[in-house]
């Protein structure tokens, strides 16, 4: 084997083992992060879905913060007893699901074409405009790349709001980007097609339905994808693209199926059906509410099944397709539930208000906003999100140490010999959000990827890069405290009078 790959196969396996929770995480920073809640979309608070983070704090020190759109043109941050914390102001009616960044950052699609990065203070950060009215919902990749679609356009942008690139498909875009084990990123289009694009927005093949694809694609255990068309269908393909099955409704599907932990697939229908279908594609069971189903279902921690209708209520169906209770509210329900690490369940209603149900359909409380709510909520973790960005600090400076104890390259190209020791401190603040989270971003792709050889040889120069900005870095904080250091002395022979 190639010594570099040794060496990086090595500290893969070391990071492995000394950050176990770095891959798999039961716990998250945020219990529903995105629509449908991970990304590959399964709306299933028991899959693992490729949520990102860990933060395994005690169960009672969790507290939520639900953030919800409204067609006021307001993005609203809601405490978990139902106080408004604050509501920011974008430049149109907000139709779509936000998604969060690892950092707690709130990304937000509205009418007024603008993709809007929110601080978790209610601060704007950076605005991306995408020339078209959001109608989908962003989705944010492991590394903190943001998917979101304007017209017939995807594009992807870094976590300062920078583009990284665009992909035109032949119609426009409704549905979310749901992302693969392997990186790969879904997309539904209404040219009839659902596009495999590889992270570097390279088409890798499409799948022709039958009509739109407003629903988006979910990916199951074994990495089946399932997505519903306007053609009635729900579809089944491989990896690769192929059709395994498809199952007919009677009507549209819109809205997002979800994934039961057994592989039973629930698809919500416009003929007022909710659908439980086998991996096999053949009908479990059919429930049918009093109107069109345009809602997204979602699965508690038990396995019911919770589900929106026109009809303006929220049912709980069990897994053999009874019904356990349902809520009314007081318009149509065309949001998708959110449930809470406590069961918590959040939705909203054309009523123009924000429900919190308790898991047996009770009100716990609600909160009235200017207009419809459309779009679903999402909900972090505040103190989850504070146990993790420590985790990452700590995670940083240690795959710092790692590497720089590991030659990697030749002798008189050895890091060690050009950077001493680091404070932490000063790594923190200078290099975390820059050149050590870009390593610590690398690194865990190549875990991700089991670290295969190929990935290991392909990473190299992005790694040699990656020196040459600390080494800079470290050279230009020496160069700056130097000259701090210097300015009393500077002053003084000037005659100027030191502070």
Known sequence: ???????????????????????????????WPMFQ????HTGNVQHPGL???????PPEDITNIIYVGSLDAHLYAVGSNGD?????????????????????????????HKLYAISPEGELK??????????????????????????????????????????????????????GTDGTIYIGSDDYKLYALHPEGILLWSFNAGDWVRSSAVIGEDDTIYLGSSDGNLYALDREGRMEWKFSTEWQITSTPAIGEDGTIYAASLDGHL?????????????????????????????????????GRLYAINQVGAKEWEFKTGEAIRSSPAIGDDGTIYVGSGDNKLY????????????????????????????????????????????????????????????????????????????????????????????????????????????????????????????????TAAEPEQKQQAGQPQP
């Not at 500290?11 to 950050?19: E, N, V, Y």
């Not at 430049?91 to 009418?111: C, H, K, N, Q």
């Not at 992807?156 to 980007?177: Q, V």
């Not at 659908?275 to 396995?303: C, H, N």
Request: hydrophobic share 40%; net charge negative; aromatic share 8%.
């Open 1 to 31: 084997m190639h010594r570099y790959t040794t060496l990086l196969l090595s500290l893969s396996l070391s990071l492995l083992l000394s950050f176990p929770d770095i891959c798999h995480a039961r716990t998250g920073v945020a219990p």
């Open 37 to 40: 809640r991970d990304l590959h």
């Open 51 to 57: 949520l990102s983070g860990a933060a395994n704090i």
């Open 84 to 112: 408004l914390k604050w509501r920011f102001k974008a430049g149109a009616g907000i139709e779509t699901t936000p998604a969060l960044g690892m950092d707690g950052s709130i990304y937000v699609g509205a009418g007024d």
């Open 126 to 179: 950076w605005t991306f405009n995408t020339g078209w009215p959001i109608y989908n919902s962003p989705t944010v990749a492991r590394n903190g790349d943001i998917y979101i679609g304007g017209s017939s356009i995807l594009f992807a942008l870094n976590p300062d709001g920078e583009l990284k690139w665009t992909f035109r498909m032949e119609d426009n875009l409704y549905s979310s980007p749901t992302i």
């Open 275 to 311: 659908y439980a279908i086998t991996k096999k594609g053949r009908l479990k069971w059919k429930f049918q509410t009093k109107d069109m189903i345009e809602s997204s279902p979602v699965i508690a921690e038990d396995g019911t099944i919770l589900v929106g209708s026109i009809d």
């Open 356 to 483: 919190a149900l308790s898991p047996d359909g009770t009100l716990k409380w609600d909160l009235s906003t200017g207009s419809w709510l459309v779009g679903s909520p999402t909900l972090m973790c505040p103190p989850c999100l504070a146990a993790q960005m420590q985790k990452d600090k700590a995670l940083s400076v240690k795959i710092y140490k790692i590497h720089v104890e590991f030659d990697l390259y030749d002798d008189d190209e050895l890091l060690l010999s050009d950077v001493k020791e680091i404070d932490p401190k000063r790594l923190s603040k200078t290099f975390r959000k820059s050149v050590i989270r870009r390593m610590e971003l690398l690194l865990q792709e190549m875990i991700d990827g089991s670290a295969q050889m190929s990935n290991a040889e392909l990473a190299l120069p992005a790694i040699k890069k990656l020196e040459s900005d600390i080494i800079t870095g470290v050279r230009e904080m020496d160069e700056a405290q130097a000259s």
